[in-house]
Antibody, heavy 121, light 111 residues
Framework: QVQLQESGPGLVKPSETLSLTCTVSGYSISSGYFWGWIRQPPGKGLEWIGS???????YYKSSLKSRVSISVDTSKNQFSLKLSSVTAADTAVYYCARLPPNDYGSWFDPWGQGTLVTVSS | QSVLTQPPSVSGAPGQRVTISCTGS?????????VHWYQQLPGTAPKLLIYKNNNRPSGVPDRFSGSKSGTSASLAISGLQAEDEADYYCQSYDSRLSGSVFGGGTKLTVL
C-alpha cells in the first residue's frame, strides 16, 4: 500500500530555511494525485501549508505563500517543502500526505508519520 | 482562530453515542465543498475517518458516520469505546481562501 515518510533536519535556526522531503513508496507520484504538506504546532491543531499536483502545479496557503515552495522529483518519487525566514512560530510537526482529485475539495490520505521541526538558535 | 469551528471537547460513557459538530460558512461547507474527518490518537499522525461527508474508508467501523447540512457537518460515533479517545478534526475547502481548511479539533474523552 502507499506509504509516505518525511525526512529532514529536526532543528533549524531562526531566519533560515526549513527543508523537508517526503518519500513515497507503493505508488508512483507521476501517475497522478495531489501531494500536500500539513503542520501541527505542539499542542495545537492542523494547518494546511500547500499542495502540488504531479505535473508540478502548486497551491499554497495564502498567509504562507511568500515563504513557501513545494516541488516534486518524479525520478526519486519524492516531493519537498521549503519554508524560508522561519521563526519560533514555525515550530511544528510537519506531515506529508496524498490527496485524491475531487471536484469539491480533496482529503488527505494516507499521511506520513510526521517529523518535528524546532526553530531555535 | 480556525475557519471551521468545532467544540474543544466532548465526552461520553462507553456504549453511548456522541456527535461532534463542525460549523463553517458560505465559502466552504455551505458551498459545494465536501467535509472530511480525521482521528488523531495520542502521539500519532491523523488518520482519515470519513471522506466526502459520509463515506468510510475500508477498515473504519460503521460506528463512525458523517453528515452535512447547510453550513455545518457532524461526526457521530455510536457504541463508544475506550479506544475512540482521541482528537477529531474536520476539513474542507474554502473558495475565499483558495485552499484546504481544518477545524480546531475536538478532544473526545471516554468516561
Amino acid at each position: 500500500q502507499v506509504q509516505l515518510q518525511e525526512s529532514g533536519p529536526g532543528l533549524v535556526k531562526p531566519s533560515e530555511t526549513l527543508s523537508l522531503t517526503c518519500t513515497v513508496s507503493g505508488y508512483s507520484i507521476s501517475s497522478g494525485y495531489f501531494w500536500g504538506w500539513i503542520r501541527q504546532p505542539p499542542g495545537k491543531g492542523l494547518e494546511w501549508i500547500g499542495s502540488i499536483f504531479h505535473s508540478g502545479n502548486t497551491y499554497y496557503k495564502s498567509s504562507l505563500k511568500s515563504r513557501v515552495s513545494i516541488s516534486v522529483d518524479t525520478s526519486k518519487n519524492q516531493f519537498s517543502l521549503k519554508l524560508s525566514s522561519v521563526t519560533a512560530a514555525d515550530t511544528a510537526v510537519y506531515y506529508c500526505a496524498r490527496l485524491p482529485p475531487n471536484d469539491y475539495g480533496s482529503w488527505f490520505d494516507p499521511w506520513g508519520q510526521g517529523t518535528l521541526v524546532t526553530v531555535s538558535s | 482562530q480556525s475557519v471551521l469551528t468545532q467544540p474543544p471537547s466532548v465526552s461520553g460513557a462507553p456504549g453511548q453515542r456522541v456527535t461532534i459538530s463542525c460549523t463553517g460558512s458560505s465559502s466552504n461547507i455551505g458551498a459545494v465543498y465536501d467535509v472530511h474527518w480525521y482521528q488523531q490518537l495520542p502521539g500519532t499522525a491523523p488518520k482519515l475517518l470519513i471522506y466526502k461527508n459520509n463515506n468510510r474508508p475500508s477498515g473504519v467501523p460503521d460506528r463512525f458516520s458523517g453528515s452535512k447540512s447547510g453550513t455545518s457537518a457532524s461526526l457521530a460515533i455510536s457504541g463508544l469505546q475506550a479506544e475512540d479517545e482521541a482528537d477529531y478534526y474536520c476539513q474542507s475547502y474554502d473558495s475565499r481562501l483558495s485552499g484546504s481548511v481544518f477545524g480546531g479539533g475536538t478532544k473526545l474523552t471516554v468516561l
